[in-house]
Nanobody, 117 residues
Framework: QLQASGGGLVQPGGSLRLSCAASRSLFSINAVGWYRQAPGKQRELLATITSIGITNHADSVKGRFTISRDNAKNTVYLQMNSLKSEDTAVYYC?????????????WGQGTQVTVSS
């Protein structure tokens, strides 16, 4: 089970770092992905990181968002920079089957990110 946290209200152009805490070693997980879902839209995969640290990012966030991991803390992060109003969404993390999904675990509550002035 993964639990996302770290969301909040941020101004356009600002930054936020989300955390995804795992209840077991990240080395036992094939890959972890960050997703988001905006109101009225489908859930979107943003970035993934494998057990050996290979990362992939969606074109929509490439250059602004960065996924990383801290194995000692069993935590995966999503650093979000240059935030825009369209980044407003509920953000989730989940285990994924491969380098680019599909999700394999249950969905947690997610964490709300609101970008607004």
């Amino acid at each position: 089970q993964l639990q996302a946290s770290g969301g909040g209200l941020v101004q356009p152009g600002g930054s936020l770092r989300l955390s995804c805490a795992a209840s077991r070693s990240l080395f036992s997980i094939n890959a972890v992905g960050w997703y988001r879902q905006a109101p009225g839209k489908q859930r979107e995969l943003l970035a993934t990181i494998t057990s050996i640290g290979i990362t992939n990012h969606a074109d929509s966030v490439k250059g602004r968002f960065t996924i990383s991991r801290d194995n000692a803390k069993n935590t995966v992060y999503l650093q979000m920079n240059s935030l825009k109003s369209e980044d407003t969404a509920v953000y989730y993390c989940n285990t994924v089957a491969g380098i680019w999904g599909p999700p394999t675990g249950s969905w947690g509550q997610g964490t709300q990110v609101t970008v607004s002035s």
